[in-house]
Nanobody, 120 residues
Framework: QVQLVESGGGLVQAGGSLRLSCAAS????????MGWFRQAPGKQRELVAA???????IYADSVKGRFTISRDNAKNTVYLQMNSLKPEDTAVYYC??????????????WGQGTLVTVSS
């Protein structure tokens, strides 16, 4: 079993910053891509940012220049630094990780979600 524990969500005013963290634990052999998705009320879940083992990154156009994704491989943790937050960033943010478990089987795991609310 592999678990993801997210933290760092909350309420912030527009223009403010938040940092999300997601730590993976359990029967992990290796982690490949780590990413963040978000889902706003009435909308589909969308990719926010992702980072590969080699630290290549991809961002949604709506967050480029404001959000930064990073990872600490030693801690199996991925971070999302969110600056210049806008009300439209309000959503539940989900961590997503893929890799292999100790039996060398492919795994993909989702976090429980953390709510980010940006007030205007």
């Amino acid at each position: 079993q592999v678990q993801l524990v997210e933290s760092g969500g909350g309420l912030v005013q527009a223009g403010g910053s938040l940092r999300l963290s997601c730590a993976a634990s359990g029967s992990i052999f290796s982690i490949n891509t780590m990413g963040w998705f978000r889902q706003a009320p009435g909308k589909q879940r969308e990719l926010v940012a992702a980072i590969t083992t080699g630290r290549d990154t991809i961002y949604a156009d709506s967050v480029k220049g404001r959000f930064t994704i990073s990872r600490d491989n030693a801690k199996n943790t991925v971070y999302l630094q969110m600056n210049s937050l806008k009300p439209e960033d309000t959503a539940v943010y989900y961590c997503n990780v893929d890799g292999t478990d100790m039996t060398k089987r492919y795994l993909e795991v989702w976090g429980q979600g953390t709510l980010v609310t940006v007030s205007s």
